[in-house]
């Protein structure tokens, strides 16, 4: 991070995800120190990558409840669903959580080089894992995403005008893509400059642990008893990634509207360059890199991203009207 940051505004998000499972490199970081991920070969020993989720508002209704395949279950943690407030029923027919609302919130600050500072304080969440047979996030471009109440987008035009103080040059350099995702659950549109179709605008830096959420950490030392490992080895696991310039890396800045949710503003840092792995059931893994490991103390439990103040405020500047041409509701 550049110089020192003044940190103005502190906003609600209304959900949050973190797609480890999504980085080779941390894949194969563990996979390099005797984890058998995402199983081993016979099936007997299951290690899939956690995925941070946190749901904390905009739902129009009652949200639909979690399915079981889609959770790390509070038992591989030793845990009680009902020491996390979970309500257990049954959803087409496979046993499924309700969930109480995970808070998180984002932090906006500025250094004196005109970069905007998104800095994470995830109060609560839950650890979702990749079950499904043919998804593999490893091949997705994006892989953190946080969106905020759509209401706020006025709010954080003028908050960055007044910090940043953007010029015109840039404006003119912005093009909007629209983006469908989740089987056409989700429907975006996202700012890019130049030849960034694909990762949206630059990321001047990001860092994001696992091993900073605990309740990743105990599933680890737990896990790697049943890989046949002392679980002091998480202890020197490199569990944080960080920017990487060597790889093509971006944020998708604009709108969306999910199903059953309001209408929000979306950040997604997404990355583009291909990257390949020794895997455990299959030879080699094929998929993006996503940056660089290094090792973290988990003591200040830093998420964050920083991006260009100009390029931020016109990306949301491009995509604001937008919003005009989300759907009223999308597929559920």
């Known amino acids: 991070m550049d110089g020192e940051v003044r940190w103005v505004k502190r906003y609600e998000v209304d959900s949050l995800q973190i797609y480890f499972s999504a980085s080779l490199e941390l894949q194969e970081e563990l996979i390099n120190n005797g984890f058998q991920v995402p199983s081993s070969r016979d099936g007997r020993v299951k290690t899939p990558i956690p995925i941070i989720y946190s749901n904390f508002r905009g739902w129009l209704g009652k949200p639909n409840p979690i399915t ?191 199903a059953g949710k309001r209408p929000q503003v979306m950040f997604k840092l997404a990355s583009n360059t291909p990257k390949s792995i020794r895997g455990i059931l299959k030879p080699r893994i094929e998929g993006k890199a996503r940056g660089k490991l290094v090792e973290c103390n988990h003591e200040y439990r830093n998420q964050y991203m920083v991006v260009n103040g100009e390029l931020l405020y016109y990306a949301l500047e491009a995509t604001k009207t937008y919003l005009q041409k989300l759907p009223s509701d999308v597929g559920g």
């Open 68 to 258: 079981i395949e889609r959770l790390i279950p509070p038992e591989w943690l030793k845990l009680d669903p009902k020491s996390l407030g979970w309500e257990k029923t049954t959803f087409r027919g496979k046993t499924a959580f309700y969930m109480p609302p995970d808070e998180v919130y984002v932090d906006v600050g500025y250094d004196e080089n005109g970069n905007i500072h998104l800095k994470l304080d995830v109060k609560g969440y839950h650890l979702e894992r990749t079950s499904i047979r043919g998804v593999n996030p490893e091949k997705w471009t994006n892989w953190v995403m946080f969106y905020v109440n759509a209401d706020l987008i006025e709010k954080l035009l003028n908050l960055l005008k007044d910090v940043v103080k953007p010029g015109i040059l840039a404006s003119r350099s912005l093009k909007v893509e629209r983006e469908i995702q989740q089987g056409g659950k989700e429907v975006t549109y996202y700012a890019y400059i130049g030849d960034m179709r694909d990762v949206g605008i630059p990321v001047r830096y990001f860092s994001f642990c696992m091993g900073c959420f605990h309740r990743v950490l105990d599933y680890l030392r737990i896990k790697a008893r049943e890989n046949g490992l002392n679980e002091s080895i998480v202890d020197r696991l490199r569990l944080r990634i960080e920017f990487d310039p060597n790889v093509r890396t971006g944020v998708k800045v604009g709108v969306a509207k999910i």
